[in-house]
């Protein structure tokens, strides 16, 4: 975050983190250039981890159901054990 801030011109205006504990360590890393989030870049988590929203600003995350995630895992593997066949997979989930 801190090497994107160092071009003032080309600040971003969202950042979308790979989950809700690096989005607040993006936030963290705003304040300490005197940036405000949302006023000055929006920034969105991914995994809507509890409490996110108890934070200052409140953490807008993208939820995935880990049970979904879990059952769509073991569903490959299992597959894959059985046709004794491990073929790449791409599974879209839904997410909110």
Same mark, same amino acid.
């Given at each position: 975050?801190?090497?994107?801030?160092?071009?003032?011109?080309?600040? *971003?205006?969202?950042? %979308?983190?790979?989950?809700?504990?690096?989005?607040?360590?993006?936030?963290? /890393?705003?304040?300490? =250039? !005197?940036?405000?989030?949302?006023?000055?870049?929006?920034?969105?988590?991914?995994?809507?981890?509890?409490?996110?929203?108890?934070?200052?600003? *409140?953490?807008?995350? %993208?939820?995935?159901?880990?049970?979904?995630?879990?059952?769509?895992?073991? /569903?490959?593997?299992? =597959? !894959?054990?059985?046709?004794?066949?491990?073929?790449?997979?791409?599974?879209?989930?839904?997410?909110?």
């Amino acid at each position: 975050m801190d090497e994107l801030l160092a071009h003032p011109g080309e600040r *971003p205006p969202a950042v %979308v983190a790979g989950n809700d504990l690096v989005a607040f360590g993006v936030i963290r /890393r705003l304040r300490v =250039h !005197g940036l405000r989030c949302p006023e000055d870049v929006s920034v969105v988590g991914f995994n809507d981890m509890p409490f996110a929203e108890d934070f200052w600003p *409140p953490l807008t995350s %993208v939820h995935m159901s880990l049970r979904e995630i879990g059952a769509e895992a073991a /569903r490959v593997l299992l =597959h !894959g054990i059985e046709s004794r066949e491990q073929e790449p997979a791409t599974l879209t989930l839904r997410c909110r």
